[in-house]
């Protein structure tokens, strides 16, 4: 299949050596020359010779921004754009119109992997925006990562894609205050997390299933620790980091939201429930 890349960073190079590899024809633009040695691929000077050259073109650069300068007014006719650049939900619809305006065809992509897990088990790359246009490339495309589509609507990749994200920075900002505790009466903090904080955090993790059912049926009720008790719980924890000397400053937005919704009378409800305050 004849495929397009337009972006060869750390991604971009990823996708089209993975692509090649796969047999398929590959033709690459990037902004800056040079970025093609060694990929296997066909370079091209511009990105609208880039695009006249396969009826799927990729794109992965920077931002929304970037792409929409790059393809400045190349027409995108019986083209399908694929943009697995990272953006907002709104950002996507935005550009569905743009390129629907081209006359091409969007699907926008959420890449969850870094580079080198490109076209390994574990790399998922998350599809929203054309169902025909995914239809047609899914199965070229299953080289690159596992394939969830997840509806017309382009603005899903993202959203979903964000969402991701979201619970990987939660994952890290608690790993963070955890290590800054330990370190901070010098104890080892590679022996801690691989001995007791990542099982610990895995069996966490093994629990949330349970709050999402509790948050879609808006039943908060519970036989776990409570709201209450897990606000007493963060007092005490905020204290503790105070006397060792190190500062709780990723923990304390939660902390915000528990008082809030205790104060509001739900101190008996379970950890699902602050989700009414987020809303
Ligand atoms: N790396 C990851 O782990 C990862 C994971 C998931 C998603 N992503 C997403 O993939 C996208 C690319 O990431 P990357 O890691 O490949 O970044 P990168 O290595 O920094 O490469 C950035 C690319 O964007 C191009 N670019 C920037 N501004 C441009 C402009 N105005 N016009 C044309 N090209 C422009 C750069 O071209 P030049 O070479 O000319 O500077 C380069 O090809 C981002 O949206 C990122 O969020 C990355």
Redesign the pocket.
Known sequence: MRISI?????????LARTLVGAGHSVTVW???EG?ADGLGATAVAT?AEAVAASPLVIV????Y???R??LGLVQLDDRVLLN????RPAEARDMADWVAARGGDYLDG??????QMIGTPGALILYSGSPAAFERYEEALSALAGSRYLGTDAGLAPLY?LAMLTGMYGQFAGFLEAAALIASEKRPVAEFTTELLLPWMNAMAGRTPELAAAIEAGEYATDVSNLEVNRVGMVNLVRAFEEQGVKPDLLLPMGDVLDRRVAAGHGAEGLASLIEELR
């Not at 697995?84 to 953006?87: I, Y």
């Not at 959420?110 to 580079?115: D, K, N, R, W």
Request: net charge negative; aromatic share 0%; hydrophobic share 50%.
């Open positions: 337009l972006g060869l960073g750390l991604m971009g190079q990823a990037n902004r800056t970025k990105a992965c650069v920077l931002d921004a970037a792409v300068e790059l697995l650049t990272n953006g959420g890449i969850m992997a870094v580079p894609d």
